[in-house]
């Protein structure tokens, strides 16, 4: 499963500490403040115990075992393993072997990730207070009050993107863009006209919790527990794991698998039960990404929601959008489970698929559970809104300019770029412009299925094909065989015209 870095890895890991450590030392108090990353909800945020979480991270770096492990899941770069029991500690920090691999073109965003995964390793008291709530590429970013937002994970690397991007004169080069985030930035200035900003703000961080829960479940089915240390109360005092055990009566309970019982002297599940525990996990990361990839569509016509899994598309009638975040988010996760329920993972799971996300997120670790439940008081107080006619078609458009601006930026951000990295020495850095093509191929694409809505802007249309023809030559010389895919990007953008 985990193995020891070899040598040309701990050099790479070297460079990435120095790189943390760097970037610990650029998070005084005021550049913190600065950074604005405690800036959601409710009072003005006090940056004092962020600052004093964040300077310890570069320490941590030099503290925390490292190890690498092949089958880390490809949504995650690296992952803080912590103990279980009343005194937990950090075990190590497991890293995918892209992370600590040759080139030094990525190393500040390889570093980013090390600091997400460090602040889960900081200790306090006997706690790790730092947690996954909101993620920079999700829904519910800018949704989590200060207090929360600074025992966040991503908060930390956010702010470090935004240090790093001010030390190094180059806005916008470490923050999380695209699609999602310009339509999240959207939608929360217009909080007055709908609540679909914060009712995909709360499915985002239920369904997050309930696949972080669903991982719990499935490591926790692989333990098994000897007669007399199941007949001894003290075990129950790990909180999480008398959660664990309820959940998995509760599975029990439908039907989904059989409670433990003794066998060989050992209290556990059988094999096809631990079976089920991974399909949960697998079913629960294809509801994740599902919310990722929506791409909300107002409509004025229907009175259900609709999500095609192949586009991402959810089409949300205006009549079913006069509801409170916690209403209309659940009815968007009947929209994804709809949609979702033939896949292989899903048809255990679909019919009861919007109790079970609730239950796991119900039993949850005692302190995310907790911090959860008072984000689901903070989305309950808000009031239902019924958009007109016009401020729903309004919102339609100005969803589908977000996009297209988000994608100019990024396009000038890679015109911009791109010289830099053709002109770098190592020829693995390099490599990167050999893969680009298809990159570009998405954004068209993008702009397509918008054009399709709403007829895409002329001038944007000729600032693209003058940006495309700008990185071309270097996208030909790193890999030549980019160039009729690069011929045939410029003659779709012309099709536009």
């Not at 479940?217 to 007399?228: D, I, M, P, Q, V």
Request: glycine share 8%; charged share 25%.
């Amino acid at each position: 499963m985990s193995r020891a870095l070899t040598a040309a890895e701990q050099k790479v890991l070297e460079a990435l500490t120095v790189r943390v450590e760097r970037i610990a030392t650029l998070g005084t108090a005021a550049e913190l403040a600065g950074t604005t990353v405690l800036n959601g909800p409710g009072p003005a945020p006090d940056y004092t115990v962020f600052h004093r979480r964040f300077v310890l991270l570069g320490r941590r770096m030099r503290e925390v075992r490292f190890v690498v492990r092949e089958d880390l899941p490809v949504t995650m770069g690296a992952s803080t393993v912590i103990s279980n029991g009343p005194a937990p500690s950090v075990l190590e920090i497991q890293l995918r072997p892209a992370m600590v691999g040759p080139g030094a073109r990525s190393l500040t965003t390889r570093a980013l990730t090390l600091v997400h995964e460090l602040s889960h390793s900081l200790p306090e008291g006997l706690t790790h207070p730092v947690k996954d709530y909101a993620y920079r590429t999700g829904w519910g970013w800018g949704h989590l009050p200060a207090a929360l937002a600074q025992a966040n994970a991503d908060t930390f690397a956010e702010a470090a993107a935004l240090l790093v991007e001010r030390d190094e004169k180059t806005w916008g080069r470490y923050q999380v863009l695209g699609r999602l985030a310009a339509q999240r930035g959207r939608l929360a200035k217009r909080a007055r006209t709908t609540t679909l900003g914060a009712a995909l703000a709360w499915l985002d961080i239920m369904v997050n919790r309930a696949w972080l829960r669903a991982n719990d479940c499935s490591g926790f089915a692989r333990l098994n527990f000897s007669e007399a240390k199941w007949n001894t109360p003290e075990w129950s005092v790990w909180k999480h794991h008398a959660r664990l055990l309820g959940m998995e009566q509760w599975l029990a309970a439908r039907g989904f698998i059989v409670e433990r019982s003794l066998r060989g002297g050992v209290v556990g599940l059988r094999a096809e039960d631990r079976a089920v525990l991974d399909e949960l996990f697998t079913y629960l990361g294809e509801l994740k990404n599902a919310v990722d990839r929506i791409d909300p569509l107002p409509v004025e016509s229907g009175d259900r929601i609709d999500y095609d899994p192949a586009t991402g598309a959810l089409r949300i009638p205006r009549a079913v959008v006069n509801r409170g975040p916690l209403e209309l988010a659940d009815l968007v996760l009947d929209a994804l489970v709809a949609a979702t329920a033939t896949t292989p993972a899903a048809r255990r799971f679909a019919a009861t698929a919007r109790e079970l996300v609730h239950t796991l997120v119900d039993e949850d670790r005692p302190e995310e559970r907790e911090a959860v439940a008072g984000l689901r008081t903070a989305f309950a107080a808000v009031q239902a809104v019924q958009p007109t006619a016009d401020k729903w078609a309004t919102l339609a458009i100005e969803l589908q300019a977000a996009v297209l601006e988000d994608v100019r930026t990024r396009w000038e951000g890679l015109h911009a770029s791109i010289p830099e990295v053709a002109a770098m020495p190592d020829e693995v850095d390099r490599k990167v412009l050999g893969d680009l093509a298809p990159s570009f191929t998405e954004d068209v694409d993008l702009v397509h299925a918008l054009n399709a809505r709403v007829p895409v802007p002329r001038p944007f249309v000729t600032s693209l094909t003058g940006l495309l023809d700008g990185v071309a030559p270097y996208l030909v010389k790193a890999d030549g065989r980019q160039q009729a895919e690069l011929v045939k990007l410029r003659g779709r953008l012309g099709e536009l015209l």
